[in-house]
């Protein structure tokens, strides 16, 4: 059975960083791995996805200040978030399928076929 466990989250000010962490109990050789924010009004939306092609996709609002990556050794994903603001503020749920056809360009982590943690706390206050 694959669980997703996040770790990391926490409060910070505005213009504070964070690291978050997701650690797999599964490792395959082809996957899509990411990152769900999910506000306090229960808006949804996808930040940071990566594949094992290494094709790696932001959200418009994280460019240039958020960065995903992966540890294969430790089947750990990372999301190192910089210069956060306010609307930064949410759940941050680690997302991940394993399929040897799975694209980030074309992936959606609220698929129902994806694998997905429970969630970490990310507050940021003005």
């Known amino acids: 059975q694959v669980r997703l466990e996040e770790s990391g989250g926490g409060s910070v000010q505005a213009g504070g960083s964070l690291r978050i962490s997701c650690t797999s109990t599964?490792?395959?050789?082809?996957?899509?791995m990411g990152w769900i924010r999910q506000t306090p009004m229960k808006e949804r939306e996808a930040v940071a996805l990566?594949?094992?092609?290494?094709?790696?996709i932001y959200s418009d609002s994280v460019k240039d200040r958020f960065t995903i990556s992966i540890d294969n050794a430790k089947n750990t994903l990372f999301l190192q978030m910089n210069s956060l603001k306010p609307h930064d503020t949410g759940t941050y749920i680690c997302?991940?399928?394993?399929?040897?056809?799975?694209?980030?360009?074309?992936?959606?982590?609220?698929?129902?076929?994806?694998?997905r943690g429970q969630g970490t706390q990310v507050t940021v206050s003005s």
């Open positions: 997302a991940a399928q394993y399929w040897d056809r799975c694209s980030a360009s074309s992936w959606s982590p609220d698929d129902r076929s994806t694998y």
């Open positions: 599964y490792a395959y050789r082809n996957y899509c």
């Open positions: 990566l594949d094992s092609t290494g094709t790696i």
